[in-house]
């Protein structure tokens, strides 16, 4: 049964709240404003947790406004009803609706309910001793659920605040719009039966304060899909959200502001689901993206002086099965070692490219090997400083039989000094298990290749296995950022004895040299390796003029993707990669500076140096003159006709990609012309991303995690929340990307935009003190996430150059399962 009537109008607010004594302890409630009298001291008992053998709700509908009910409310408690009324047995629950708040003064009353409905359309509605009753209800288990405008209730109240997470803004758009609701929790029971792009009409709030990290968010509603007006909150807007709130468990949503709402399939569902959990009819986690529930601390200590015992130029980490961390440095020293730039010095660029290994058993660091590399310049300009050096490590998915490290680098022996050519590879190495060391006499290098040293950049150098045993290599486009004006790196004319250093056309886009690339082998026992089926090129395809390919590319069109991830479940590859230098889009040459992340399903051209973003080209130059302006780029029939092309001129077409951000902000995008090119006006620029904003920019990728992979027992593990998520990053801390973005499986092998994304910059924290130059992350076996953080320096290692890593401590879902709820039969 339901009891409804009229609002018995606007309470008197006392000046501070009465204490009840419950049978956990005492309560004590929060001070209010006001200039009334104390009540007296009510001593109340309510059983914990609330509600006995049958599951019932409570709808509160009271307001602080006199007059006519509004239809919201009987709508609300029509679909309530009809909630619980659905659906198994056992799911079931029985409702009753009151105005009357005196029911919170009633524990005998209040405690036969399960969970409590705020249907109210705000005000001052409760006393203090009714408050207090409420509060006492909480503390001993009970459930909480408000819905809209029960936001604006209990306005003096920081208790109150605290049980809804928000308070509605001065400035709220009064019309009902139809906006899109980014479901990012797919487990909750509020939110796992929603599409994960939810679009639906409402009246939407803006907040006073944003309670992401406080509460636990399951669906943030997305401005650029309707009005917000004035007191907007950007592009982080949570809509609804729960936490464990003071013994009990409290689930909001500010949607529900109309009639028609409640007569929604798919709303209808999330109220069902946060009644669920409310109840004790079901588990769910509302504190897995709760800040306080995730500790970073810092692994290693600063190095001795003098020396690298602890962690070298942080380039790289990978986990062994058995919690170990590999973590490799490229091959900058401190401060007190030498750098050469002299080419007349046979020791010019030696480095050391060290190998230690983190035991979290004793957690103590143990260098495991160094290797002789090009890689120690330091900094300077194109032509002084170099990113050469120890660039990738993976271990063998055999490793705990065989001990097999697999380290992709650039070996001092192999430079000519006057050619200024060097030798890229990738060999393989065995470790002793039982004393961490690297036997460098065991190597066999499966893959090796052409690299010009005569200026800086583009190494990348990461690796990642996928689940049938095919070994994935990053390779930058060995490419001069200069030349080129920030632009296309496609200027043809500068080279170094017959060698191009500035026309990312001989690299990246080129069929047949492996620069610019992500390629894909699969070793074999012996030290060689074989192509696996699925490759971009066989390596026997020609063309008219001679044009080759090379059967290792998967992935071309890559600037320097430093960082990939292969996702084992599902055999995706996860790639990021530096933009170029451009600050502003050009309506001559092109785009601006497009950092990059790309979820790849299958061998493609992702552009560079032809198309950036989902699919914007740049301009042509060619000789005699490499300063004038020839056509655009044809994203879907690009050709290669630069004079140090070997490979095929007709590449295959470009696949856009995934998430861009220059420094104007996060995937920006254009009107285009009859022929598809862009307008790259600024003032016509619509940004589809707007959590994402660059400026000095660095891409890091990181991984997708896999919460059903992890060990169990392990305490420290995050929660499943994250299951399938993609951690994206940038090097830098500032406005650059630090999140975890929801992918559609469907559309984002073809530049699919994300559907949802949150910020982990407050659990992987920033800051000077914390991790701010983000250099690699990965997840471990234990289920915690480690991190590099590069040091405060370039081309170097420092005080600040750490391994760390982030755990969580939140425990599992909420009640207990001893304190499930048994449904109506």
Not at 426 to 446: C, I, M, Y
């Amino acid at each position: 049964m339901h009891l409804r009537g009229l609002s018995k109008g606007r309470r008197v607010r006392a000046a501070s709240v009465a204490a009840g004594v419950l049978t956990a302890g005492l309560l004590s409630g929060p001070a209010h404003a006001g200039p009334h009298p104390e009540p007296p001291l009510t001593t109340m008992s309510i059983k914990s947790p609330p509600g006995g053998a049958n599951v019932r709700v409570l709808i509160f509908h009271g307001s602080a406004a006199a007059g006519e009910e509004s239809p919201v409310v009987n709508a609300g408690i029509e679909a309530i009803e009809e909630i619980g009324l659905s659906g198994p047995a056992n799911r079931r629950f029985k409702v009753e609706a009151s105005d009357d708040p005196s029911v919170f003064t009633n524990d005998k009353r209040l405690g036969r309910f399960n969970a409590i409905v705020f249907l109210t359309g705000g005000g001052d509605v409760l006393d203090a001793e009714q408050e207090a009753g409420l509060e006492a209800y909480m503390e001993a288990g009970g459930g909480f659920v408000g819905i809209h405008d029960a936001a604006r209730a209990e306005p003096y109240s920081d208790w109150f605040t605290g049980l809804v997470g928000a308070r509605p803004a001065a400035s709220n758009p009064a019309a009902v719009q139809r906006a899109t609701v980014e479901v990012g929790d797919r487990r909750h029971p509020a939110t796992q039966e929603l599409p994960v792009q939810w679009k639906r009409p409402d009246k939407w709030l803006n907040w006073v304060k944003n309670p992401s990290g406080e509460v636990h968010t399951v669906a943030r509603v997305r401005e650029s899909s309707y009005q917000p007006g004035a007191g907007a909150n950007g592009w982080d807007h949570p809509v609804s959200w729960c936490r464990d709130y003071d013994g009990g468990r409290s689930f909001y949503t500010g949607m529900g502001g109309t009639v028609s709402s409640y007569d929604e399939t798919d709303f209808r569902a999330h109220l069902r689901g946060a009644l669920m959990w409310t109840t004790r009819l079901e588990q769910a986690d509302c504190k897995a993206t709760i800040n306080a529930n995730y500790t970073a601390e810092r692994l290693t200590k600063p190095n001795q002086p003098g020396q690298n015992d602890q962690i070298g130029e942080p380039h790289g980490l990978v986990t062994a099965p058995d919690g170990r961390v590999f973590y490799i440095g490229r091959g900058g020293a401190d401060s007190s070692q030498p750098v050469v730039t002299d080419w007349n010095n046979p020791d010019i660029g030696k480095g050391k490219g060290e190998i230690h290994v983190y035991d979290p058993k004793t957690k103590q660091v143990t260098l495991a090997g160094a290797l002789t590399v090009f890689g120690n310049k330091g900094g300077g300009d194109e032509l002084v400083k170099v990113e050469e050096g120890l660039l990738g490590i993976e271990l063998d998915p055999e490793f705990e039989q065989n001990g097999w490290v697999y380290l992709h680098y650039t070996p001092h022996s192999q430079i000519n000094r006057d050619t200024r050519m060097a030798e890229r590879r990738v060999s393989r190495f065995t470790l002793d298990r039982a004393t961490n060391k690297l036997d460098l006499g065991s190597e066999k290098v499966l893959l090796k290749w052409p690299v010009q040293i005569h200026s800086c950049c583009h190494s990348g150098g990461g690796m990642a296995w996928d689940s049938k045993g095919n070994l994935y290599i990053a390779t930058g486009d060995n490419n001069s950022s200069g030349f080129s004006g920030g632009y296309s790196g496609n200027n043809p004319q500068p080279n170094y004895k017959g060698v191009s250093f500035a026309d990312a056309r001989r690299t990246a886009g080129n069929t047949n040299n492996l620069n610019g690339k992500i390629l894909r082998i699969h070793p074999e026992p012996d030290g060689t390796y074989t192509l696996p089926e699925g490759n971009l090129f066989t390596g026997r395809e020609t063309d008219e003029g001679g044009g080759k390919t090379r059967g290792e590319i998967y992935v071309m069109g890559v600037r320097n993707p430093a960082r990939i991830f292969v996702d084992k479940s599902t055999d995706v590859l996860y790639a990021g990669w530096v933009g170029p230098d451009a600050s502003a889009p050009s309506t001559t040459w092109g785009p601006a500076k497009y950092d990059t992340f790309a979820a790849i399903t299958r061998a493609s051209n992702r552009g560079w140096p032809y198309c950036m973003g989902n699919k914007q080209p740049y301009r042509d130059r060619n000789l005699p003159d490499p300063s004038q302006p020839l056509g655009w780029y044809d994203c879907d029939h690009p050709k290669n006709e630069s004079p140090n092309n070997d490979g095929l001129v007709n590449l295959p077409p470009v696949t856009g990609n995934n998430i861009w951000y220059s420094p104007q902000g996060g995937a920006p995008d254009y009107p285009r012309d009859a022929n598809g090119v862009p307008s790259y006006k600024p003032e016509q620029a619509t940004y589809r991303l707007p959590w994402l904003k660059g400026g000095g920019q660095a891409a890091m990728n990181g991984p997708v995690y896999r919460y059903d992979t992890v060990a169990a027992d392990s305490a420290v593990k995050w929660p499943a929340y994250w299951d399938g998520k993609w951690f994206v990053g940038d090097f830098y801390d500032a406005d650059q990307p630090r999140n975890a973005v929801l992918m559609d499986p469907k559309t984002q092998g073809d530049g699919g935009l994300p559907v949802h994304s949150e910020s982990l910059k407050k659990i992987v924290p920033v800051g000077n003190d914390g991790i701010k130059n983000l250099m690699d992350w990965k997840f471990g076996p234990d289920g915690a996430l480690y991190v590099l953080d590069y040091g405060r320096g370039f081309f170097t290692s420092d005080s600040k150059s750490a391994l760390w890593r982030v755990t969580y401590k939140g425990g599992g879902p909420t009640p207990a399962a001893g304190q499930l709820a048994r449904g109506s039969e």
